[in-house]
């Protein structure tokens, strides 16, 4: 996977481990044909990131909002 330029931030234990739970969430929520996609997986990810940055930390929420993103 190719990191992010846009992205330069480290984050605490805690807010990794609620980023992973949101990242594992929406994964599972794929449909099939799309789960084992890397592509799909980053998508998420970098939605994930984004929604932290700006102050979201509900990980129900989180996978949600990713979910949405790639499905709008």
């Known amino acids: 996977m190719t990191p992010s330029r846009s992205i330069r931030c480290a984050y605490d234990p805690e807010t990794a481990a609620i980023m992973t739970h949101a990242l594992d969430r929406a994964c599972r929520a794929l449909p099939t ?3 084992g996609s890397d592509y799909m997986r980053r998508k998420l990810a970098l939605h ?3 929604q932290v940055e700006a102050g979201e930390h509900d990980p129900a929420r989180l996978a949600g909002l990713a979910l949405f993103s790639v499905t709008r």
């Open 33 to 35: 044909q799309f789960s």
């Open 48 to 50: 994930i990131i984004h």
